[in-house]
C-alpha cells in the first residue's frame, strides 16, 4: 500500500522520515 501510494506521488522528506521512523520502529518492537 505505502509503495504504491509513494508511486502516485512525489515523497518529500519528512514522508521518507516517516516511513523510516515507522519501519525500523516496527521491526525493533518486534
Same mark, same amino acid.
Given at each position: 500500500?505505502?509503495?504504491?501510494? !509513494?508511486?502516485?506521488?512525489?515523497? !518529500? =522528506?519528512?514522508?521518507? &522520515?516517516? %516511513?523510516? =521512523?515507522? %519501519? %525500523?520502529? &516496527?521491526? &525493533?518492537?518486534?
Amino acid at each position: 500500500m505505502l509503495i504504491a501510494l !509513494s508511486a502516485i506521488h512525489q515523497p !518529500s =522528506v519528512n514522508e521518507i &522520515g516517516l %516511513f523510516y =521512523v515507522l %519501519f %525500523f520502529g &516496527g521491526v &525493533g518492537a518486534t
